[in-house]
């Protein structure tokens, strides 16, 4: 398992060198088009050469798509898994020779067209349409927009990390817009940041839930909820500073959020609360309010970096340094190796489209749950 100390470390490397000190505050990335993406049978003769029998072994992040391939998103490019191509073919590799923007892929998203999306490390965004990447970042077009007119949301955008607030994609525009965060009220010295430029209102996660808003976990300012009128701010009880690397909606509409040294926080009709310290999972030895000393504690629920839900509602946790969790709406059990995880360092947990439960991890592959324990996923 790689040693992860604090949850901004992935971002620090990708922008490392990276930051502008221009006052830059609303960016239009040009580039994209509204083609549909090309047959599947293209995909496979174009990219013969993308073949590779190394597995992904660091996920960050996955989907499937509506064509059943699956992708998953490393430190080093991203991976498509085609589980109806013959073994030894199935499993193709991107990187940024291909044209991504950047490796460390962090989100990964499909639009209505069927293109691929691509969040990543240093804060841009590469967009695949079955034949080639294109790349969207703060060095295009750069315009500038202090006020709230940019901000809008509709049923089908795409909301990626950035800087110091969000990227915005619509389906079918030929733009990709960069929108940092307004003025909050309680912070008189606020500044708007670049969108490539890391700072305390960095997005490291986006999720829209039921109603419409869309969520933003942040480096060190808790939880941003955008209405698609005005903004509020969760940040007591613990959800700030450490930064927020999960947001979920249960099937029930109540929010959950997770953080990278208070744990885990349930929203349930505007009230917080935090679970982890409640239901005494709470580590002191990682995370206070003088310093982050980085020693992780066995059957701590502290350091969250993914929630996901099945089919029958349980809630299941992903930290990373204790393994896995599940709760039942009354009980929790946890996971580790010794139920057979690769490695105790979850990253990404997530539901295909049938229902099937993935654990991606830091350094150990891909985990499957049998209702018992957990086995490595062979591709």
């Known amino acids: 398992m790689k040693s992860i100390l604090i949850a901004s470390m992935v971002f620090l490397i990708a922008c490392n060198g990276q930051n502008s000190n221009e006052d830059k505050t609303n960016t239009e990335i040009a580039g994209a088009d509204a083609s549909q993406p090309v047959p599947e049978t293209a995909v496979d003769t174009l990219f013969s050469a993308n073949i590779t029998t190394e597995k992904p072994v660091d996920i960050l992040c996955m989907i499937q798509d509506k064509k059943q391939n699956y992708w998953f998103g490393t430190n080093g490019g991203v991976y498509r898994y085609n589980p109806k191509s013959a073994q030894g073919k199935n499993l193709k590799r991107f990187t940024v020779k291909d044209g991504l923007v950047q490796n460390q892929i962090l989100s990964i998203q499909e639009d209505d067209a069927g293109n691929i999306w691509l969040g990543t490390g240093g804060f841009g965004v590469s967009r695949f349409d079955g034949i080639m990447f294109k790349t969207y970042s703060q060095k295009n077009n750069v315009q500038l927009n202090l006020g709230m007119p940019a901000w809008t949301t509709t049923a089908n955008d795409l909301w990626f990390n950035a800087g110091g607030g969000a990227y915005r994609y619509v389906s079918g525009n030929t733009s990709v817009t960069y929108l940092p965060f307004p ?96 239901n005494g999972l709470s580590n002191d030895e990682f995370w206070n309010t003088a310093k982050i000393t980085g020693k992780s504690v066995p059957g701590t629920l502290a350091r969250v970096w993914t929630i996901s839900e099945d089919n029958i509602g349980n809630l299941w946790i992903g930290t990373i340094d204790n393994g896995v969790w599940k709760y039942d709406g009354k009980n929790l059990a946890n996971y580790t190796t010794k139920d057979g995880l690769t490695t105790n360092a979850i990253t990404i947990i997530y539901k295909d489209n049938k229902g099937e439960m993935w654990f991606g991890t830091d350094g150990g592959g891909i985990c499957k749950f049998n209702g018992v324990g957990f086995t490595a996923f062979a591709f």
């Open 183 to 278: 003025k909050p009220d309680f912070d008189p010295n606020y500044k708007p940041m670049p969108a490539d430029a890391l700072s305390t209102y960095a997005v490291y996660c986006t999720y829209k839930d039921s109603k419409g808003n869309v969520w933003f976990g942040t480096q060190a300012r808790g939880v941003c909820r955008y209405d698609g009128k005005s903004f509020t701010w969760f940040m007591e009880k613990g959800l700030s500073p450490p930064a927020v690397r999960a947001l979920f909606e249960d099937r029930n509409g109540n929010m959950w959020f997770g953080n990278n040294g208070a744990g885990l926080f349930r929203l349930e009709d505007d009230s917080l609360s935090n679970f982890t310290r409640d």
